[in-house]
Structures are given as C-alpha cells and as structure tokens.
C-alpha cells in the first residue's frame, strides 16, 4: 500500500523580514570593516625634544606640534609625519592663498564685467577712442585760448607804445585768459594721464581674461567637453 506524503506547504518570507536580514548582514560587515580600519589608525604620537629624546603619548600635545611629531601604529610603526610648527611659513602660506584669492574673485568680477578678452578689447577701443576726441576737443580750446593771449598782448602793447594807461577791461580779459590757458593745460595733463592709466588697465584685464580662458580651454580638453555653438 503506498502511503501519500503530505509536504507542510512553503513558509513565504515577508519582504519586511528579508529586509531585516539584509540590513543585520550590512551592518555587520560595516562593523568588521570599521574594526580593520582602526588597525592602521594612531595610536601614540612620538616627538623628540631639543636634547633628542623620544617622548610618546596617546595624544597630541604643544609639544608635539612645536617640535614636529610621528603618528605611531599599534605596533609602533611610523604611518605618518608631521614637520614642527613654523609661525613664518604659515604666515607666509596664508598670506600666498588670500592673494591667490582675492586674484580669483577679480578674474572672476572681470569675467561678469567683459565676459572675454575680445570683448574687452573693444571695450578699451571704445574708452581710449573716446579720450583721444577730449584731448583733441581740448587742444583746440587751448589754441584758441593761446591765440587770445597774443591778441590780448598786442592790445596792451599798443597802449604801452602810444604812453597810455592799460584799460581795466583789457587787464581783466588777460588775466582771465591767462586762467583759462592754465586750466586747460591741467586739464590736458589730467587727459592724457587718464589715456596711459586706462591703457594699462585694459592691458592688465585683457592679459587676465586670456590667461583665464587658456586654463579653462585646458580644463576643457582634459575633460572633453565640448560646448554647443549656435
């Protein structure tokens, strides 16, 4: 007679219950690796004082930082080092990257201000062209204003010649000329300063937007990335 065999039917895990495995095993394994990790951290800092002897402690102290120390493993083994504390290259190192900072932040003010180097070459055109059309405006004036003076001049020299008295009009017309020709020239001075001062500025951004456009063609190319042009 055969016997029928009844199978107890399939135990179905809930999706919960496999979740829970999965973050038991992963936890586990992030705690074993955790253990492996801390094997090769610190565990005693030596130094060596000015006579030469080795001091070691579980940490860092002033001490250590003044005369530099080593970053010892379990076994005593050096894994790192650390060069003794030295005020004026750190001053020296911050003061280079505040520098390199503030010239990032100009490049960058630049870059809004004229987007590239062709652009800011139109731009300095733009300024120096129109300085140049003040200087000349300004040069007429003085040579009318010069030619004034000569007249002015030969008025009062005709008075002089005939023995009479210089009138009150002409002194005045003279003096005020004379003001007149001594502020244009300052003004002239001021004009052409203010030429050689924007020449050199738009020199300096023109050189910057160029240098700044190289490094980021070179970022370009490293990472290939090419941009769309329409």
Excluded at 48 to 63: K, L
Excluded at 171 to 198: C, F, G, P, V, W
Aim: hydrophobic fraction near 35%; charge should be positive.
């Amino acid at each position: 007679m055969v016997q029928s065999i009844e199978f107890a039917p399939a135990v179905r895990r809930r999706p919960f219950q496999l979740g829970k495995q999965v973050t038991l095993f992963i936890l586990l394994m992030f705690f074993y690796l955790l253990g492996c990790a801390g094997e090769i951290h610190a565990k005693w800092y030596r130094y060596y004082d000015s006579r030469g002897t080795a001091n070691i402690s579980a940490n860092v102290t002033p001490a250590h930082i003044r005369y530099g120390y080593e970053s010892l493993d379990q076994n005593m083994q050096v894994i790192a080092k650390t060069p003794a504390w030295n005020g004026d290259r750190d001053a020296k190192t911050q003061a280079r990257y505040e520098s390199q900072a503030r010239q990032q932040q100009y490049d960058l003010k630049l870059k809004r201000a004229y987007g590239n180097s062709k652009i800011a070459t139109m731009k300095r055109d733009e300024s120096l062209n129109s300085i140049k059309k003040q200087i000349a405006f300004q040069q007429e004036q003085l040579k009318q204003q010069q030619n004034d003076r000569v007249m002015y001049k030969n008025q009062e020299n005709q008075y002089i010649r005939k023995g009479q008295n210089i009138p009150v009009s002409v002194r005045e017309h003279m003096l005020q000329n004379q003001q007149q020709i001594l502020a244009s020239k300052a003004m002239l001075k001021q004009m052409q300063d203010n030429y050689n001062s924007t020449q050199i500025h738009y020199a300096d951004v023109i050189a910057r937007l160029k240098k700044w456009n190289n490094r980021y063609n070179r970022w370009q190319s490293r990472h290939n990335i090419t941009l769309f042009k329409g």
